[in-house]
């Protein structure tokens, strides 16, 4: 079976902004709950994530009490809006307005032209909440008309002025008919048509996918309009379309295995929804091979950092001067490894975080993963023990502060963890692997702590930092919902950049100025700096192409984020 998605799959800006807002607001709230006015999306699944996190849906204004109150994409009528924030500028609430801003320009259309006499027709759906805050702004009346035939008993004393715009995510076709069929009856008639970007490249994607395909699944929530929209144009083309919420929902038995199957989803489905209805697809047909598909998703990434942990090691014990041995790797491997399989079994929401199917596989795979991890820390605490009990302590600290990094201890009537600390999760587990792998080492080798072992600290620490961060900024571009212990939803995405790209740039200056100003600089200078410019900014030149340029697509070949831990390991060639 072949399986095509559809690029525009997963949320849209506007979602995905107001989706930040929330999680950042729910970092930010040391008192009060965060609620959102109305589900923040139209997606059940996604609301329970986030519901997880703490955050919860109030109804009207009026039940809010205190806290922080976030505004929905599809914004709120403005007199709601004008009573809530009375009530911040009186210090009851916080408000946090995450109206979509192509939402807002629809507002910004009907308050220009409504004073001026002409009557507002939004194409759209009744009682949807957008069309409804953009009713508000029509002073001088408005008509919700979500078909033709609306439009045609629309009476002719409201078009003598009028107005004609369109909730967001209506189709551009039905936009076209209906609006050309009022402008042909109306007097004076000002036609915009507000359907967002957006919504737009969805719609023209779901066109040409449905012409090519056999089959199209539509994956998002049953109340989101722009979703119904996808489905009812797949429709259009004489295609069986399947609308599921989620992978369970989907009925296998009409597919023979050899069709060609388009995936489209709205813009409030997470793309992990999408990514669990295409792995039953690929299963169900002719794609790869089963077992090879869970080995990869249990051990893929968490042996590229170990054996990664194991070369950046070597290389920089080559670059610090110290005696190479294949004990510290082995055992920075055998730790990198064994937290990373632990970590998600650590915290009650671990396994859920990054969507339901991921949950599922680890579920099925405990006892395996969990072997594999217990396995992995003995063999790290084994060869520890040959280098003396100071290095097993060290190693039981580091493992000690990964174990316990996510549990809750109750002091008094609060809760206390590690994780609780905003931001903590990408700097301590970076700080923990340098621990390992290059503070043990240079104190068991008895080194004293000058410039070359604070830079071959700080590379390290560094990298690994970097590697965590490109995870967090990935995890967040596919829609999976992160906790206030990551950078991007502390301090925002384009902070977070900035501090990774100031973390290499330091680790960078300190290497170089090591390796060229010290009194025993290395023979191989210009090689080593070589390698030192390919390994920092290796992580700068992935998030710039691959998160920045090729975000929009989905492609086939990802590059490994750990390849600059294995360019490290060439400073022991050189
Ligand atoms: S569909 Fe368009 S208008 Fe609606 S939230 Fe997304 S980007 Fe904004």
Redesign the pocket.
């Known amino acids: 079976m072949k399986v095509i998605v559809a690029k525009t799959a997963g949320f ?4 995905r902004r ?1 989706m930040d807002a929330v999680l950042e607001a729910s970092a930010r709230s040391g008192a009060g709950p965060v609620q959102t006015l109305g589900p923040l999306i139209h997606n059940p699944q996604a609301l329970e994530l986030i519901g997880r996190r703490g955050v919860a849906v109030a109804e009207t204004p009026e039940s809010v009490r205190s806290g922080t109150l976030v505004i929905r ?2 914004g709120i009528p403005i007199q709601q809006l004008r009573g809530l924030k009375d009530r911040q500028a009186r210090g009851e609430l916080t408000l946090v307005n995450a109206t ?4 807002a320009k629809v507002h910004a259309k009907i308050k220009k032209w409504s004073p001026k006499g002409y009557f507002t027709v939004i194409l759209g759906t009744h009682g949807h909440a ?1 069309s409804v805050a953009h009713q508000s702004f029509a002073e001088h009346g408005s008509a919700i008309v979500a078909n033709m035939a609306e439009a045609l008993a629309l009476p002719e004393a409201q078009l003598e002025k009028v107005l004609v715009v369109a909730q ?2 209506f189709t551009t076709k039905d936009f076209q008919d209906i609006s050309d069929s009022i402008r042909a009856r109306a007097g004076a008639c000002i036609v915009e048509n507000t359907i ?4 737009w490249m969805r719609q023209e994607e779901a066109r040409e996918l449905a012409r090519t395909v056999d089959y199209v699944i539509v994956v998002g929530g049953r109340a989101s309009s ?1 979703t119904k929209h996808l489905a009812e144009l797949a429709r259009h083309f004489g295609k069986p379309v399947q609308y599921v919420e989620t992978a369970a929902e989907m009925d296998l038995a009409p597919f023979a295995g050899t069709e060609t199957v388009g995936v489209m989803a709205g ?1 409030s489905t997470p793309t992990w929804l999408v990514e669990e209805v295409v792995d039953l697809l690929e299963q169900h047909g002719h794609g790869p091979d089963k077992a090879k598909r869970v080995l990869n998703a249990a051990f893929g990434n968490p042996l590229k950092l170990s054996v990664g942990a194991a070369f950046l090691t070597l290389g920089i014990h080559a670059w610090t001067g110290l005696p190479l041995s294949w004990r510290y790797p082995f055992i920075t491997a055998a730790y990198a490894l064994a937290m990373y399989l632990l970590t998600p079994y650590l915290d009650p929401l671990g396994l859920g975080s990054k969507g339901p199917a991921r949950a599922r596989l680890l579920e099925r795979s405990r006892r395996v993963l969990v072997s594999v991890a217990l396995v992995s820390l003995l063999c790290a605490f084994g060869v520890a023990s040959t280098l003396g009990v100071g290095s097993i302590l060290v190693v039981f600290g580091a493992s000690l502060f990964g174990l316990v990094y996510k549990k809750r201890v109750k002091v008094g009537d609060h809760y206390l963890s590690l994780k609780a600390i905003p931001g903590s999760k990408d700097i301590l587990v970076a700080l923990a692997l340098a621990v390992v792998a290059m503070a043990l080492p240079l104190w068991h080798d008895g080194r004293a702590w000058g410039p070359r072992a604070w830079a071959a600290v700080l590379l390290v620490s560094a990298l690994v930092f970097a590697r965590t961060t490109i995870f967090n900024l990935r995890d967040m571009q596919n829609d999976q919902i992160l906790g206030k212990e990551t950078l991007p939803i502390l301090l925002g995405r384009r902070t977070t950049k900035i501090l990774l790209l100031a973390a290499l740039a330091a680790a960078l200056a300190a290497t170089l100025a090591v390796t060229w100003l010290t009194a025993h600089p290395s023979p191989h200078r210009v090689r080593v700096s070589l390698i030192l410019a390919a390994i920092t900014c290796y992580p700068a030149a992935y998030l710039w192409f691959f998160q920045e340029r090729f975000s929009a697509g989905k492609p086939k070949v990802e590059p490994w984020v750990e390849l600059s831990f294995y360019l490290a390991g060439l400073l022991a060639l050189v």
Not at 12 to 15: E, N, P, R, S
């Open positions: 849209c800006w506007g979602v107001a994409a599809h979509c801003p192509e939402v957008e967001t995510t967002c970007e957006d919504t722009n813009a």
